[in-house]
């Protein structure tokens, strides 16, 4: 069932929309503290680029990404995985910025995921025409941490499907400065984001920048 409620203890900007029971988007959580929160990813891709990835079928993916945190996330011709030095600098990620991470425990805590401990932030730029088709998260070694995914930017229409590919998939719009928490039963469910379009926001050009923030070691 999904609902919709003020978020009221956040502020009254803030709203709370239920996708399903471990599903929950927080639209404007991020209002606040937007420009902030997009120095510190323009401070960790300093010193760990963006770069377009291989899939494993050789094909380079349409986003361009990079991380932080104790863990990255990466894929090439040898497959998905969690790796503690970045490829290309050779180097330890930069650690993960400090609001980048307390708003995404807090998020947790909001939606009912307590003891979370992120170790991983995937940067995801989107350029227009970038996309993500349906797959699955399932690197990580515990399934039961929550996952949090900060969105800034151009908005974009992302995809809620459900166990198998095939399956049909619901559409949400994410906007700017909104944050969206996921686990649980939740947690392995197809998902995706459609082609970007061309658009301007003035704190990221023509851009999305997606954190996705993960407990992932
Ligand atoms: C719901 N990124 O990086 S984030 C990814 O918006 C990824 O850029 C998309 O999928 C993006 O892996 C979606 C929101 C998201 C991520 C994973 C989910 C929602 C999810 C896993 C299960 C259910
Ligand atoms: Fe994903």
Partial sequence: MTSLDLFG????????LNISEQAILFHQFLAKNDDALLTEVRSVLRRSPLRHLQ???GHKMSVKSSNCGEYG??????GYRYQKTDPVTKAAWPKMPSLIRSKAIEAATFAGFADFQPDSCLINVYLPGAKMGLHQDKDETDFEKPIVSFSFGVPITFMWGGFKRSEKYQKFSLQH???L???GRDRLRYHGVQQLKEAMHPLTGRCR???TIRQAG
């Avoid at 203890?9 to 709370?16: K, Q």
């Fill in 209 to 211: 920048v997606n954190l």
């Fill in 181 to 183: 928490v996921w686990g």
């Fill in 9 to 16: 203890n956040l502020g009254s900007e803030s709203l709370r």
């Fill in 73 to 78: 996330w990466l894929s090439d011709r040898g």
């Fill in 55 to 57: 899939t494993p079928a």
């Fill in 177 to 179: 400065a909104d944050a």
